[in-house]
């Protein structure tokens, strides 16, 4: 739990405290001052007596007790001055704005460290070090402004740098957005932002606090801890939105597969983010607009009218909300839709956009906003764009619209692009407790972002019935490294993985019984692969079609004869589409399955979803949906599909396989063919690491 003394001190002090507001130790006080706290405050300066109309101490052995402390001192000093206010004071609640630490160099972790132990010893909590600080509705304890005024049903806000915090807040507060707290957690040497999660989670009440929580973060510490409270908060009526930056693919990691290669930590962010119902966005802009939809009511369902005075902003909204799975819904031949027309400008339209001039009033918005909310039952939310060319007051239109959004039922979001020239009105409607979206593509975005982010994933779910015992008697006999075929092939079929049938010989005669004992023929043609070799297509280690006897033996002695070789494998060939599933290991997401097309197209298109595990059939069918290949698993041009069931239970068994044998560092089913009767592995790699 977090320390009461930090959320809602009695009293704080400022060490460092100056009169110079250019200072963080000055700017912090004047923060401090002018905001709503109405305990004691403390400065702390040698060098002073008096800071900023507050008495001042030479030293913190001279303060009296105190429940907070705000550190803007060198570094050097600060442990000294913490084992004072932690043993001595009563202090609790800390946050240290001074930088020089863990993130400079040894000897600044080394206070870091002895700093949260003092810390930890008397129960306290400690927002930083090199951090801007911490505000709430009880306080500002941070040196950098805009002070957003603070309201309990705005945002809460954590976030791992603090001059970001500062961009952030500035395009929120400029559209009105309101913020509830904000945690610029700096080093997270002790609370990081798993741990104020925790605590929102932890403290939550449905009436009381924030139904949006926006996150910053360029690592992620502890991923289940941060899939866990989101889940739960998403669960009991939050919203998250978050950036994860530092994604990019110089951060991927090499290694030896397909699976690998594919398995950024990006990719992992994208799976945890899904899986716990957080809205991942990619900029400042995005992650307040996508807060500033939060803000309103929920959107129920995916058809939206456009009500617009201009016709370029609607057409360009109408792209962005169609390209990204959202209707605008014709309305032309609506039975209301006369009866709107007629109260409307000649030339206007209501086929939606429904577009009502530059000369459109106030009132005519109101004829069409009641018509939306009573009449077009077809309409799930509206977005209303109404700027200005100059030549006129809005005032009269957003008094209008700010009444509407009172009473309607279905939501409505107010793109207001006239920025300067009806500045004035904008902050009229704004100080109203309304947000303005001034750019309508960019709001169009975000509405996308948020409808089609799913809802979390259970904590617990079912998987497929897997043979647990018989899987961990073959992992524990095996050693470190890439399984054998025969072991492999034993873990897929205790999980109940479909394979291709086949054996591996090193000798002629072994090769030449198996075809004979097959039929080989042009009805069964073989397929023969070396076994030794990383990447068999690379090194010409793969024969399709082996259609009689002869083949067979002229064949083994080629791919023998290839370096690393050290047996064939062979097996009658399937047909079908190349589909793959794979899963790799995290040390701290866990596993992520991957699947997709299989074969060269996962190198080429890279059309993969990835999931982190315990993944179900059903959550796996309606990620397949999201696959640009998608059309061609269902089949296509004359083409057999692919049993969409099947390859659905195939991933699941996949997931069940990795949590009964956690040593599974990475596996590939590439391909495996699928059609409407068997999606059948025909080439599998498992590696182990205990």
Not at 28 to 42: A, C, D, R, T
């Amino acid at each position: 739990m977090i320390a009461k003394e930090l959320l809602n001190p009695r009293s704080i002090v400022i060490c460092g405290a100056s009169s110079d507001i250019h200072k963080p130790g000055g700017k912090s006080l004047k923060n401090l001052l002018e905001s709503p706290f109405k305990g004691q405050i403390y400065a702390v300066n040698p060098k002073e007596t008096e800071v900023q109309g507050v008495k001042c101490y030479a030293k913190v052995e001279d303060l009296p007790q105190v429940d907070c402390a705000l550190l803007c001192i060198a570094a050097k000093f600060c442990a000294q001055t913490v084992d004072v206010l932690a043993k001595e004071k009563g202090c609790k609640g800390f946050i240290i704005i001074s930088a020089g630490f863990s993130e400079e160099n040894a000897e600044g972790a080394a206070i870091e460290k002895h700093i949260v132990e003092t810390i930890n010893s008397v129960g306290g909590s400690l927002i930083g070090p090199n951090c801007t600080g911490f505000l709430n509705v009880n306080y500002a304890g941070c040196f950098d402004t805009p002070i957003p005024t603070l309201d309990p049903k705005g945002v809460d806000f954590i976030t791992g740098s603090g001059a970001t915090a500062v961009f952030i807040k500035e395009y929120g507060m400029s559209n009105g957005l309101k913020f509830n707290s904000v945690w610029a957690v700096g080093n997270s040497a002790q609370l990081g932002i798993e741990d104020v999660l925790e605590h929102l989670d932890e403290t939550f009440d449905p009436e009381k606090s924030s139904h949006v929580i926006m996150l910053y973060m360029e690592k992620i510490g502890d991923p289940q801890r941060l899939l866990k409270h989101s889940r739960s908060l998403i669960n009991k009526g939050c919203h998250i939105a978050a950036i994860k930056s530092g994604g990019s693919a110089a951060g991927s990691r090499a290694a030896s597969s397909h699976t690998g290669a594919l398995a950024t930590n990006d990719a992992a962010v994208d799976a945890l983010f899904r899986k716990a119902g957080i809205v991942r966005c990619h900029n400042r802009q995005e992650l307040t607009t996508v807060c500033g939809v939060f803000m309103h009511p929920e959107i129920k369902g995916k058809r939206c009218a456009v009500i617009t005075h201009a016709g370029g902003p609607a057409v360009m909204l109408t792209d962005v909300l169609s390209n990204g799975g959202m209707e605008v819904p014709p309305l032309k031949d609506h039975p209301a839709s006369p009866a709107l027309l007629a109260k409307l400008f000649g030339g206007s339209s209501v086929g939606n956009p429904i577009d009502f001039l530059a000369t459109g009033t106030a009132e005519q918005l109101g004829y069409i906003i009641d018509t939306v909310e009573n009449e077009y039952d077809e309409i799930d939310f509206s977005v209303v764009i109404f700027g200005s060319p100059g030549l006129f007051s809005n005032k009269e239109v957003y008094d209008l619209l700010d009444e509407k959004m009172k009473t309607c039922k279905k939501p409505i979001f107010p793109v207001l692009p006239s920025i300067i020239n009806v500045k004035d009105e904008i902050e009229d409607f704004i100080a109203k407790g309304r947000i303005n979206f001034p750019e309508e593509c960019v709001l169009g975005n975000a509405i996308c972002k948020v409808y089609n982010t799913p809802k979390p994933q259970p904590e617990h779910v079912e998987l497929p019935k897997i043979d647990v015992a018989r899987i961990r008697k073959t992992v524990e006999r095996c050693e470190d490294g890439y399984m054998e075929i025969a072991d492999y092939n034993e873990l897929l079929d205790a999980a109940g993985i479909s394979r291709k049938k086949s054996v591996e010989v090193s000798k002629k005669e072994d090769a030449l019984a198996f075809a004979k004992e097959v039929g080989c023929s042009k009805d069964v043609p073989l397929v023969m692969k070396v076994v030794g070799p990383l990447h068999k297509s690379d090194v010409g280690g793969v024969t399709l079609n082996v259609k009689d006897m002869d083949t067979v033996s002229k064949e083994f002695d080629r791919l023998m004869a290839i370096k690393d070789t050290y047996a064939v494998e062979m097996y009658p060939m399937l047909d079908g589409t190349d589909v793959y599933i794979g899963a790799i290991k995290d040390p701290k997401f866990g596993h992520q399955i991957f699947f997709g097309l299989g074969g060269i197209f996962i190198e080429v298109l890279k059309d993969v979803q990835s999931a982190l595990a315990p993944i179900t059939a059903d959550e796996a069918k309606e990620m397949l949906k999201q696959l640009k290949g998608y059309k061609i698993l269902q089949g296509v041009r004359g083409q057999e599909g692919v049993n969409i069931d099947l390859y659905a239970d195939q991933i699941a068994r996949v997931s069940a396989l990795v949590q009964a044998a956690p040593e599974i560092a990475e596996m590939d089913l590439n391909p495996l063919l699928g059609n409407p009767r068997y999606v059948t592995a025909v080439d599998a790699r498992i590696r182990i690491e205990k």
